[in-house]
């Protein structure tokens, strides 16, 4: 028997290490998307009477026709949904498994940085007549 004991110990300390680091990785997410794209992200944040800890709640991601939302709840974990947008309008929303919503995630982003660039220097080259 202190086998089982120890090996459900040592279950539940790798549940709670990936847990923190999930945690981690969503506060480094919003971080991030909020220092580089703060017109396009909304991140919000929950916090407790007498507590510091200020754990972020949602992250909301609108790239053209597409809206990505993280929500973060204590007990459920990261669930994560891609929406599509029609004139400002979210029409339809899915729920997706994290992996996929950051890989297109990135992919939107990609698209959008590249976009502006293209759009910055064909400005550049009218203001400047080259």
Same mark, same amino acid.
């Given at each position: ?24 990785? #969503?506060?480094?997410?919003? *971080? =991030? !998307?909020?220092? @580089?794209?703060? %017109? &396009? +992200? ?13 754990? #972020?709640?949602?992250?909301? *991601? =609108? !790239?053209?026709? @597409?809206?990505? %939302? &993280? +929500? ?13 947008? #029609? ?44």
């Amino acid at each position: 028997m202190p086998t089982d004991g120890f090996s459900f110990d040592l279950s539940a300390a790798q549940w709670r290490r990936s847990v923190q680091d999930e945690h981690t990785f #969503v506060e480094a997410l919003a *971080v =991030r !998307l909020e220092q @580089a794209l703060p %017109e &396009l +992200v909304t991140v919000t944040r929950h916090f407790t009477l007498f507590s510091k800890d200020r754990r #972020v709640h949602t992250i909301s *991601v =609108r !790239l053209g026709n @597409a809206d990505y %939302e &993280l +929500v973060q709840e204590k007990g459920r974990g990261i669930q994560t949904k891609k929406g599509k947008v #029609v004139r400002g309008v979210r029409l339809k929303s899915d729920e997706i498994p994290f992996s996929e919503w950051l890989a297109e995630l990135s992919k939107d982003l990609e698209a959008h940085a590249q976009m502006h660039e293209e759009t910055r220097e064909t400005m550049e080259h009218f203001l400047l007549g080259e």
